[in-house]
C-alpha cells in the first residue's frame, strides 16, 4: 500500500513540475502529513529511494519538517547505496543541489531531477 501511495504523491509533484496548470500545491500539505505521519510511507520511501528518480528529492523534502533534516536522510541514502557507484553519485549530486538551493521548495527541487534526465544525466536503472 505504501508503494502505491507514494507512486501516486510521486506522480502529482511530477505532473505539477511539467504542467504549471496543475496545483500540486493544493496537494502539498496532504503530501507532507502523510509522510510526516506514516512510518510505513517514510520507511519505503528511504528502503526504496532509487524508485523515485524524479521525484525522490521532493518527497524527501516534504517528508521534513527542516532543510537540515532532508540533508541528513539524503547522507543516510548516499550511505546506504553501498557499492553502487552510479546511485551513490546521484545522490550525492542530489545533497549538493539541496545544499546550494536558498529553500527546498519541493516543485523546484522535482523541476531539478526533470531537467537533469531531460539532458540524459539521470538514466533510471531500476527494474523492479
Do not use: W
Not at 73 to 90: F, K, W
Amino acid at each position: 500500500m505504501a508503494e502505491l501511495v507514494l507512486n501516486n504523491f510521486a506522480s502529482a509533484i511530477i505532473h505539477s513540475a511539467v504542467f504549471p496548470e496543475y496545483p500540486v500545491r493544493g496537494v502539498e500539505e496532504t503530501i507532507r502529513f502523510h509522510l510526516r505521519h506514516s512510518p510505513a510511507l517514510r520507511d519505503f520511501l528511504m528502503e526504496g529511494f532509487d524508485r523515485f528518480q524524479l521525484a525522490g528529492l521532493a518527497l524527501i523534502c516534504l517528508k521534513n519538517e527542516t532543510k537540515a533534516d532532508a540533508e541528513r536522510d539524503l547522507r543516510d541514502l548516499i550511505s546506504a547505496a553501498g557499492s553502487d557507484v552510479r546511485e551513490r553519485a546521484r545522490r550525492a549530486r542530489l545533497l549538493g543541489h539541496l545544499e546550494a538551493a536558498d529553500k527546498g521548495d519541493p516543485l523546484e527541487l522535482a523541476k531539478y531531477s526533470l531537467e537533469r534526465a531531460a539532458a540524459g544525466d539521470e538514466v533510471s536503472t531500476v527494474t523492479r
